[in-house]
């Protein structure tokens, strides 16, 4: 079976990660093969780095039922690329940290990452983050999903992502009312 | 994944609701308040998610130049956190622009449950003066303020009711601190980094603790 390499991916690290299964080989619902980085893929996802140190992980291709390879590529070219990139002061801890940090800014190539990304493509790769218990890439999906309401209004925001008004005349009034100290300007 | 609906944007099911609670509360927590407060217009899956949601933005969305734009913020902000109900204790104002805020939690405003609830206000970089009254309000437990490191000179707290802490921490390049405390049972500050003076005035005589480090 093909076994697709992380775009990313430098030349040494390759010849490494076959002399020493540096890597792991996760399967796609459809069957598909990727290879990531194991130290990318344990740093990143919770999910695959209870896999890697259960001892769990198969190496003819860890069994991924809930992931397409579309998202599934996108996953692995994310932790590739993450490998790669030198981290900015941002996404070093802080030394003032509580539960409720803030989210830190994507970084200009996370912003590249997801705006290339289709409508679809982008769902299917908030669930496989979701999935895998990948907080990062969450947190930056999430955050393109942000981007793409801010400014709206609800009545674009439901254009923009097909959501059906279920909402009647009344109902509808009735929060108006309610919330109308939020929507003061309309 | 093969989805056989045609494409108006990408496909005409709706994914963004779909997503669990949990991940719409982040995407929530980006906006700006305001917007987080009207996505509960959208349909009926999303008129109750912004109350939960664990970050609130009050973020002016334009400056502030007049004193009707301000007295709307100031409607907005004190709605908003009359009505949020984000699980104890975590009422978070993360703000870069408002200098001012002046939040006022009058007795005549209903409690939303019995539940005594802490307001919490972390990373407000431009704040310069805070004014809490906490009356018989939703945060008569008490007032934490976390690292609103930045220009903060005034913070004045008002409590009715004895039943009140003022915590503050990682206040880091704050110089002066004027505290207000009518009141205020307990007032713990810690991470002073580089207060030089303190003034603290206890009007009602009632501070029972006072804990700096």
């Known amino acids: 079976m093909e076994v697709d390499k992380g775009k990313g991916e430098a030349e040494e690290t390759r010849k490494v990660a076959e002399a020493d299964r540096d890597t792991v080989t996760l399967k796609s619902s459809d069957g598909k093969l990727f290879e990531v980085s194991k130290e990318a893929a344990a740093r990143l996802s919770t999910v695959l780095a209870g896999m890697i140190a259960g001892g769990s992980i198969d190496d003819n291709g860890t069994d991924l039922k809930q992931i397409g390879s579309e998202a599934l590529e996108n996953v692995v070219d994310y932790c590739n690329k993450h490998a790669n990139s030198i981290p900015s002061a941002a996404l070093i801890s802080s030394s003032i940290s509580f539960n409720t940090a803030p989210f830190k800014e994507p970084e200009e190539w996370e912003r590249k990452f997801v705006d290339r990304l289709s409508h679809d493509a982008l769902f299917d790769l908030v669930e496989a983050a979701n999935f895998l218990g990948m907080e990062r890439l969450l947190d930056v999906t999430c955050h393109k999903i942000s981007e793409m309401m801010k400014g709206k209004s609800p009545d674009q925001i439901r254009e923009v992502f097909n959501i059906k008004n279920d909402y009647t005349k009344e109902e509808l009034e009735e929060i108006r009312q309610e919330l109308a100290w939020a929507f003061y300007d309309d | ?213």
Not at chain 2, 36 to 60: K, N, Y
Not at chain 2, 68 to 74: G, I, N, R, S, V
Not at chain 2, 145 to 163: F, G, K, N, Y
Not at chain 2, 167 to 192: G, H, P, Q, W, Y
């Open chain 2, 1 to 213: 994944m093969s989805d056989p609906q045609p494409a108006a944007n990408g496909g005409s099911a709706d994914l963004l609701s779909a997503l669990p609670d949990a991940l719409l509360h982040s995407i929530i927590s980006n906006l700006t308040s305001r917007q987080a407060v009207r996505t509960s217009a959208l349909s009926r899956r999303w008129r109750e998610l912004w109350r939960s949601a664990p970050c609130i933005d009050v973020d002016g969305e334009e400056p502030i130049r007049s004193r009707e734009q301000w007295d709307k913020l100031e409607d907005f902000t004190t709605n908003l956190l009359m009505h949020h109900i984000a699980p104890r204790p975590r009422h978070e104002i993360a703000s870069s622009t408002v200098k001012i805020l002046d939040i006022e939690c009058g007795m005549d405003l209903p409690l939303l449950d019995n539940e005594p609830r802490r307001c919490m206000m972390v990373m407000a970089p431009g704040l310069t003066s805070l004014w809490l009254y906490v009356g018989c309000s939703p945060y008569r437990d008490g007032v934490l303020l976390v690292q609103v490191d930045s220009l903060v000179r005034e913070v004045c707290v008002v409590a009715d009711e004895e039943a009140c802490e003022f915590d503050a921490m990682s206040t880091m390049i704050l110089r002066e601190l004027f505290a207000k405390l009518v009141n205020v049972r307990a007032l713990e500050l810690s991470c002073f980094a580089k207060v030089v003076r303190m003034y603290v005035y206890n009007d009602a005589q009632r501070l029972l603790s006072l804990t700096i480090y």
